[in-house]
């Protein structure tokens, strides 16, 4: 079965960095689009970052370009997330996504907190 777990969250003040990962199980991850989604307390769910199969290409929400970098290995079904210039407006729970046949599978999430 699909697996997605999300790791690298925590407490960091604004302007620092953190870098999310998650590594993924259950399914050929070379084959789809990944995708970073967040969500802040009261907020809808969000698309943060996506990635194709190949790396080749990636999509960011307006909020977080420039500062936010999705990437992933293929090698370690892992894909990442770089987060740099971080703001207390980025505070949220990041999960890992991955669509399969109109289906979304979820990781459990990992806390990000931008606080000083």
């Known amino acids: 079965q699909v697996q997605l777990v999300e790791s690298g969250g925590g407490l960091v003040e604004p302007g620092g960095s953190l870098r999310l990962s998650c590594e993924a199980s259950?399914?050929?991850?070379?084959?789809?689009?990944m995708s970073w989604y967040r969500q802040a307390p009261g907020k809808e769910r969000e698309l943060v970052a996506s990635?194709?199969?190949?790396?080749?290409?990636?999509n960011y929400a307006e909020s977080v370009k420039g500062r936010f970098t999705i990437s992933r290995d293929n090698a370690k079904n892992t894909v990442y997330l770089q987060m740099n210039s971080l703001k207390s407006e980025d505070t949220a729970i990041y999960y890992c996504n991955v669509r399969q046949s109109a289906k979304n599978y979820w990781g459990q999430g990992t806390q990000v907190t931008v606080s000083s």
């Open positions: 990635i194709t199969s190949s790396g080749g290409s990636t």
């Open positions: 259950g399914f050929i991850f070379s084959n789809y689009r």
